[in-house]
């Protein structure tokens, strides 16, 4: 079992930033791929980036690559994803999630999840 606690949220302008992190529980923390994904109201859960257990791969969505970056530190049992240059459409409920999988951007295949942390970028 796996419990996951995002935070990190906010409301922030366009053009800014926001780094989310994600503490886990449990010792095997390092053997989870992670991802983030995020939700808009009204629209499906969204793959955003996802890393590898080791963190030797991350994968992004297309809107996003180039200004987040999904990190880990298996220490902390903490992944992050650091946002720069928002935009208004990156306004959501961001969510992390752990899978026993090599790391993947469907959903379905995640495991265990956060309950989320809402990001607000203002025009």
């Known amino acids: 079992q796996v419990q996951l606690v995002e935070s990190g949220g906010g409301l922030v302008q366009a053009g800014g930033s926001l780094r989310l992190s994600c503490a886990a529980s449990?010792?095997?923390?390092?053997?989870?791929?992670m991802g983030w994904f995020r939700q808009a109201p009204g629209k499906e859960r969204d793959f955003v980036a996802g890393?590898?257990?080791?963190?030797?791969?991350?994968v992004y969505e297309r809107s996003v690559k180039g200004r987040f970056t999904i990190s880990r530190d298996n220490a902390k049992n903490t992944v992050y994803l650091q946002m720069n240059s928002l935009k208004p459409e990156d306004t959501a409920v961001y969510y992390c999630a752990a899978t026993r999988s090599f790391v993947t951007t469907r959903s379905n295949e995640y495991d265990y999840w956060g309950q989320g942390t809402q990001v607000t970028v203002s025009s």
């Open positions: 890393i590898s257990w080791s963190g030797s791969t991350t």
């Open positions: 449990g010792r095997t923390f390092s053997s989870y791929a």
